[in-house]
């Protein structure tokens, strides 16, 4: 499929598919950790997503960066057709104000779409050593999507450069 393929609409409506993300992370003395989070992402395919600093994800991160994530709908028929992402990337924490002011607004238009209704914090909340919760940005370093009616049941590289079109 190659070029011809629309990756950007079938990555798009993977990731609008669902809310949750899996996410794994690892540290050298326990070993591998797997943390559903909310997400939501960027024109650039960046992943946002907000966590308690002492977490255990969240401590490993900041030892080790690598992540690798999981994103699919559960609620596809398993005897059906299945799509979903899986990708490898590295984790920044949010700090800058700019930054923080970007990924409290990237992420809260997802979680709350129309009136973000529920939303009792501003982005200041979330930079500073006090901070309850902090955003991370994962920066994609290679996306595969699987796709069985497209592709059977080999995941495919994405050609990222063609995301952006």
């Not at 070993?31 to 997400?39: D, K, Q």
């Not at 990237?106 to 919760?133: H, L, N």
């Not at 902090?134 to 495919?156: A, D, L």
């Amino acid at each position: 499929m190659g070029e011809a393929f629309p990756w950007k609409q079938h990555i798009l409506h993977c990731l609008e598919s669902t809310q949750y993300m899996s996410l794994s992370t690892a540290d050298s003395e326990l070993g591998t950790w797997v943390n559903p989070v909310y997400f939501a992402w960027d024109k650039a395919f960046n992943l946002y997503f907000v966590s308690m600093p002492h977490s255990r994800h969240m401590t490993n991160m900041r030892t080790d960066p690598r992540v690798s994530i999981a994103i699919y709908s559960t609620a596809q028929d398993t005897l059906g057709d299945v799509e979903g992402i899986q990708l490898h990337g590295k984790a920044e924490f949010v700090t800058e104000e700019h930054e923080v002011e970007l990924a409290y607004n990237i992420y809260y238009a997802r979680v709350y779409p129309e009136t973000r209704k529920g939303i009792d914090s501003v982005a200041a909340d979330y930079r500073g050593d006090s901070a309850e919760w902090v955003f991370v940005k994962i920066i994609p370093e290679e996306i595969f999507y699987f796709n069985t009616e497209f592709f059977g049941h080999e995941r495919q590289l994405v050609p990222v450069d063609q995301l952006s079109v």
